[in-house]
DNA sequence: CAAATATATGTAGTTAACTACATATATTCA
DNA sequence: TGAATATATGTAGTTAACTACATATATTTG
């Protein structure tokens, strides 16, 4: 698929190699983690360090802060319940809250992980830093779609 | 998830994103299609572009000029071969190939599709030409994790 | 030239997200 | 205040990619 013209294939090429490189990073993130003798899986990332800043969230509040669905946080949360690094307990205000939160055990993972997130900062941001700033370009994007999205757009050019 | 800031969830957090901005760009694709009364699954899209623009081809180098894994190119050339908008034929100088093309309907529909795509490549520079071209970010972050990984920048730090 | 290696295709099973639906509890408002 | 609506959690099934393995044919090499 081409390199740099947007061609007709555009948009499916770009989605395409966004999953590419989004997978390709995550699977860099595995072997960081491993090279630091933490076996540790990368998916599990975003729920644990959210617990970690946070302390104690219900299933919704955690899933939009890490921006996944719902399931797929529950799904999470299952991993990581029969790990024992995290643990739950009823809301009791609102009982229809789950209130989820680290055990010790999960602290302790989360603990010998912090040397590492500053290797990969260093290392992430070597990446990043390029002319086009890939973090910015993608909230570039993200924000002119979210003023007007895409089939918005196309429908001018449809409506001449 | 935290917007601009490479944080320690940093690497995971720009996989998730990516994933996500795909995903929506993805299904925008579909709904632009629809509003030209194409129905067609964007997914088929590389694989019926490729062979629109270079008429035969088998199985592995559709799969590299694609950039899927060949069980991926495999199952939507079943599609397409049920949908009836490619036929394959054995190649005779290596017997191993499968040689696939558009037939007549592939070659009707994707008539019928290229006045949408100078829609989709107006739409899509119009969203991609901000600051920092997400396309070239893309590349630019490509190039430099060919030329050194990921996992080697990082290990220049584990090893201080 | 035949044995070892490489390439092409195909199948089976996995993964990590998703959507759609179901149920229980809480909140709102007529 | 109770009926309608909204929110929180959970389950089931789907999707679209992947890896690992199997087999057939070509190519290379001792």
Same mark, same amino acid.
């Given at each position: @698929?081409?390199?740099? %013209?947007?061609?007709a =294939?555009g948009l499916?090429?770009i989605?395409?190699r966004?999953?590419?490189?989004?997978d390709?990073?995550?699977?860099d993130?595995l072997?960081? !983690?491993k090279?630091?003798?933490?076996?540790?899986q990368?998916?599990?990332?975003?729920v644990? !360090?959210?617990l970690? &800043? &946070? =302390?104690? @969230?219900? %299933?919704v509040?955690?899933?939009?802060?890490?921006? !996944?669905?719902?399931?797929?946080?529950i799904?999470l949360?299952?991993e990581?319940?029969? #790990?024992?690094?995290?643990?739950?307990?009823?809301?009791?205000?609102?009982?229809?809250?789950?209130?989820?939160?680290?055990?010790?055990k999960?602290?302790a993972?989360?603990?010998? @992980?912090?040397?590492v997130?500053? %290797?990969i900062?260093k290392?992430?941001?070597?990446?990043m830093? =390029? /002319?086009?700033?890939l @973090?910015?370009?993608?909230? #570039?994007? #993200?924000?002119?779609?979210?003023?007007?999205?895409?089939? /918005?757009?196309? #429908?001018? !050019?449809?409506?001449?």
């Open positions: @698929m081409e390199q740099n %013209v947007i061609d =294939s499916l090429a989605s395409t966004l999953q590419r490189l989004s390709q990073i995550r699977k993130g072997l960081i !983690y090279a630091f003798g933490i076996d540790f990368p998916k599990w990332f975003p644990l !360090y959210t970690y &800043k &946070k =302390s104690t @969230m219900n %299933v509040s955690l899933s939009d802060e890490i921006g !996944y669905a719902h399931p797929s946080t799904s949360l299952k990581l319940e029969k #790990e024992k690094l995290i643990r739950s307990k009823k809301d009791k205000v609102d009982t229809r809250k789950r209130l989820v939160e680290l055990t010790e999960g602290t993972l989360l603990s010998t @992980m912090e040397p997130w500053d %290797v900062i290392a992430t941001a070597e990446i830093n =390029s /002319q086009n700033n @973090m910015k370009a993608i909230n #570039e994007v #993200e924000a002119s779609l979210k003023e007007k999205s895409f089939l /918005q757009r196309a #429908e001018v !050019y449809i409506k001449k």
